[in-house]
């Protein structure tokens, strides 16, 4: 029995499962062993089994199926969680992300947003545009991601707006770094203002032309 340690228990047991299906112990579709036995492999309470299911379900080696059990989804090896890659990404390739799906998600939000979308992307919009003209950098960022995050919320794909939201947390603290004050976001207002106004109306193609503006995409 491999009895571990107290300490982060439910990614000490995740990491020796994922040492078990690289060595092949467990092959692609596999199923797992039941909760009990892998308690008892492991000397551990069943939230830790539970809990380490999750994180390798999350991270795309194991497949959970509803009264059927656990599964080996991918042998090639546990990727690196999201959020996690996010955190020691570099800024340029962050942002590099964070363009191309603002594009998207303006192009989807004028499909599918709802009369409460708008309603917070225009209150989103003033904030954004009192903070930069009162040369309040610290708001200023802080709305200009709330403004495109509620634009991904407005899509009506959860996947792009939790990519959006996750890529946008790691970018503030680096927009403060790179701008010295508000200018270039008072610059941008009327860009800003074009993009929530093809969203409001519905014009998806001119959505994603304000969104590639606003990005130097396409030139003004």
């Given amino acids: 029995m491999a009895i571990l340690k107290r300490s ?14 690289k060595a092949g112990k467990y092959q692609i ?32 080696l ?10 080996v989804e991918d042998t090639s090896g546990i990727r690196e969680p999201l959020a996690q890659r996010f955190k020691r990404a570099s800024a340029q390739n962050l942002d590099e992300v964070r363009q191309l799906l603002e594009m998207k998600i303006a192009e989807k939000a ?24 009162a ?32 890529v946008a947390t790691h970018l503030k603290s680096w927009f403060m770094e790179s701008y010295p004050d508000t200018q270039i976001f008072v610059s941008t207002t009327h860009l800003h203002e074009q993009l929530m106004n093809s969203i409001i109306e519905g014009d998806a193609k001119k959505a994603w032309n304000c969104a590639a503006r606003i990005i130097g995409h396409v030139s003004q």
């Fill in 8 to 21: 982060s228990l439910a990614d000490e047991v995740a990491a020796a499962i994922q040492h078990q299906v």
């Fill in 135 to 166: 040369g309040l950098m610290a708001d200023c960022v802080e709305a200009d991601v709330s403004f495109h995050t509620a634009i991904a919320e407005a899509s009506g794909n959860d996947i792009l707006a939790d990519l959006y939201k996750s």
């Fill in 62 to 71: 194991l497949r959970v199926q509803q009264g059927l059990g656990t599964f």
């Fill in 110 to 133: 004028a499909v599918n947003r709802t009369d409460d979308d708008i309603a917070q992307i225009k209150a989103m919009f003033i904030r954004r545009t009192e903070a930069a003209r």
């Fill in 29 to 60: 579709g596999e199923k797992l062993p039941i909760e009990p036995e892998l308690m008892k492999n492991f000397g551990v309470g069943r939230s830790t089994i539970r809990e380490a299911i999750k994180l390798l379900t999350n991270s795309g």
